[in-house]
């Protein structure tokens, strides 16, 4: 696809330039302009990332913290405090950030079109004409800029509250049954439970990731990701309150110390696919006067 095989013979060479500069490139550029420059998709791609925060049950003690610390250590625009820094390279070996979903699938189609290699539609032509602009060409690429590192912010801002809360979580745990986890254990617990509970590009299989290369759908990731976080949300509620010795998953008998949270998480799965949904859409019917009638 990328014409980087030895040996390729000049109708592979042709079919591979064709396949690039007209499908893919086109294809790229289609969906950086619907995701990093479209501002309802930021939107979107907020409460979707606020979305799997609230299945995991992190409203509640610690959460208002939780998104302090979340506020003060997102990257966006000019210098950070070092401390915030700090926290963020943390965030980042943890792997919990900077693992948006769309932006994976959009950056590797952009080094599948070998973008900026004088490729056509892409550097070649876009750089000369924003250097003729001058000051509004340097704005332009800002400003392009500036709505990259927020598409990535917007999703690194929930997981960080996702790490906390689970973090804060085994912390009180660990304190009040005194079982001696390092500060090191609890952080790669925290960050074991973010990284199944919450869409990461990282654990996307190559199969989906191949399908970006297709003409068929955008985006394959993201709705792979739902399917595996979404079961292990499920799983890790379940695990959180099964009993340690008779492995029976019963909140009541079991002595799992967890099962508080397994059960909130389990709530707050239920009411992201299932109350909040629907609360919404009636919600939206009564306030723009929708009938059932008209929305069927």
């Known amino acids: 696809m990328r014409g980087e095989a030895e040996g390729q013979g000049a109708l592979g060479k042709t079919f591979s330039w064709a396949w ?3 499908l ?3 294809k790229a550029g289609a969906q ?3 995701t990093i420059l479209s501002i309802p998709t930021h939107i979107r791609n907020f409460l ?4 799997f925060a609230l299945a995991n049950g992190t409203v509640g003690p610690g959460f208002g913290k939780a998104m302090a ?3 003060g250590s997102v990257q966006v625009g000019g210098p950070r405090k070092p401390i915030s820094q700090e926290r963020y390279r943390e965030y980042l070996e943890l792997g919990i950030t900077n693992t948006n979903v769309r932006l994976g699938d959009l950056r590797n189609l952009m080094k599948d079109v070998r973008f900026g290699e004088g490729n056509i539609a892409t550097d070649s032509v876009l750089k000369p004409m924003l250097n003729s602009l001058g000051a509004l060409g340097k704005g332009v690429k800002k400003g392009a800029k500036f ?4 598409y990535v912010a917007e999703d690194d801002f929930w997981k960080i509250v996702n790490f906390e809360v689970e973090y804060g979580r085994i912390f009180n745990i660990n304190k009040s049954k005194g079982l001696k986890l390092s500060k090191e254990v609890m952080e790669q617990k925290a960050a074991k439970i973010v990284r199944n509970t919450v869409p990461n590009y990282a654990y996307v299989g ?3 990731r191949a399908a970006r290369m297709s003409p068929f759908g955008n985006f394959m990731s993201w709705p792979s990701e739902v399917y595996r976080t979404g079961t292990g949300i ?3 509620a379940l695990e959180e309150i099964a009993d340690p010795i008779t492995k029976k998953i019963n909140p009541i008998t079991s002595t799992n110390p967890m099962k508080g949270v397994g059960m909130k998480r389990l709530i707050g799965m239920t009411a992201v696919t299932a109350a909040l949904p629907y609360g919404a859409i009636k919600g939206s019917q009564a306030i723009f006067g929708v009938s059932n009638e008209e929305a069927d």
Do not use: G, I
């Open 24 to 26: 893919l490139t086109p």
């Open 234 to 236: 499920v799983q890790q």
């Open 69 to 71: 610390r979340a506020f």
């Open 48 to 51: 979707s990332s606020s979305a």
């Open 147 to 150: 709505m990259q590192d927020a």
């Open 206 to 208: 190559e199969l989906v």
């Open 32 to 34: 950086y302009a619907k």
């Open 20 to 22: 690039r500069n007209l």
